[in-house]
């Protein structure tokens, strides 16, 4: 079973509240809602409640993504509080809500090797992991596939993020993948190798997989902006939805295209149409 779903309250929603996004991607028939934390988490225990209420009421699928102030690979302690702080809000009002998972950047590697990187990275969710399991939060924390050559957390690393670490995910984003030239995506085949690498690594990560997809824009150092589907086909995603319909994989994919609720509305028609098929 694959979730589709809008980044944020769908563009067709004439509210702004995230309770009213929630309701608005039911009546869409979109089973999925990324709720938005980029800017900081100002949503309360008591909104949280309500919004856990009408996602149960309404078979929504929700997840979080924290802000972008997060760069778990600094040196600067400031920083590094920063970003444990952004992490755990996001995570325990994600939680409160009903989420299954939040989503976070990894960071940059500024003057470090990858490897150095890597361990910084590992210190800062390992102890991030402590004061959850202390609080008994039970969520994933989804390690986003970055889109610049400049930043930390590129498939493979956290791929091996996720297997060195209890509550940590790799968050597949394909138009970032693609961005970064991790792995440059131009058909199905594309596709079927990263899920065959997720499953050799991770199992049954196929399982319940959770992503972002839209096309994007970028340049030699990686990404610029995300695209409407039909604008470049980078990547094409059509091909995405035969290997999801042929391959028997569940998840979530969270459409971060300009037209949020509309092209995840396009992505599912597509998939259904192949099931069908």
């Known amino acids: 079973m694959i979730r589709f779903g809008p980044a ?3 563009i ?22 990324e709720m938005e934390f980029v800017q900081g988490v100002r949503m309360g225990e008591a909104a949280a409640a309500e919004v856990r209420k009408a996602a ?9 993504h924290a802000p972008y102030y997060v760069n778990l690979c600094s040196k600067d302690e400031a920083k590094i509080k920063n970003s444990h702080r952004h992490i755990l809000s996001s995570a325990r009002i994600t939680a409160l809500a009903g989420g299954d998972i939040t989503v976070f950047h990894p960071g940059f590697y500024q003057k470090q090797t990858p490897e150095e ?11 991030i992991e402590e004061r959850l399991k202390q609080d008994g939060v039970k ?27 209890d509550m940590v ?37 196929v399982k319940r997989f959770h992503c972002h997809f839209s096309e994007i824009k970028y340049s030699d150092k ?22 999801l319909a042929e391959n028997g994989y ?19 028609a597509e998939y259904e149409r192949l099931v069908k098929h």
Not at 15 to 25: A, D, I, K, P
Not at 184 to 201: N, T
Not at 222 to 243: A, D, Q, R, Y
């Open 8 to 10: 944020g309250i769908p």
């Open 12 to 33: 067709q929603c004439k509210g702004s509240s995230t309770l009213e996004g929630v309701r608005c991607c039911a009546e869409l028939g979109l089973t999925a809602m």
């Open 56 to 64: 149960e009421e309404t078979g929504t699928w929700l997840s979080s």
């Open 117 to 127: 990187a890597f361990a910084t990275a590992k210190k800062n969710l390992k102890e």
């Open 139 to 165: 969520i994933r924390l989804g390690a986003e596939t970055v889109g610049k050559k400049s930043a930390f957390g590129g498939l493979l690393e956290n791929i091996r993020l996720s297997q060195q670490l």
């Open 169 to 205: 995910e790799p968050a597949v984003d394909f138009a970032h993948l693609h961005a970064r030239g991790d792995v440059r995506i131009r058909g199905a085949d594309d596709y079927k190798k990263i899920f065959d690498l997720l499953e050799k690594e991770l199992g049954s990560y």
């Open 222 to 243: 990686g990404e610029l902006n995300h695209l409407v589907l039909g604008t470049s086909n980078e990547p094409p995603f059509k091909p995405f939805m035969k290997v």
């Open 250 to 268: 569940s998840g979530t994919v969270i459409c971060e295209s300009p037209k949020l609720d509309i092209d995840a509305l396009t992505m599912k």
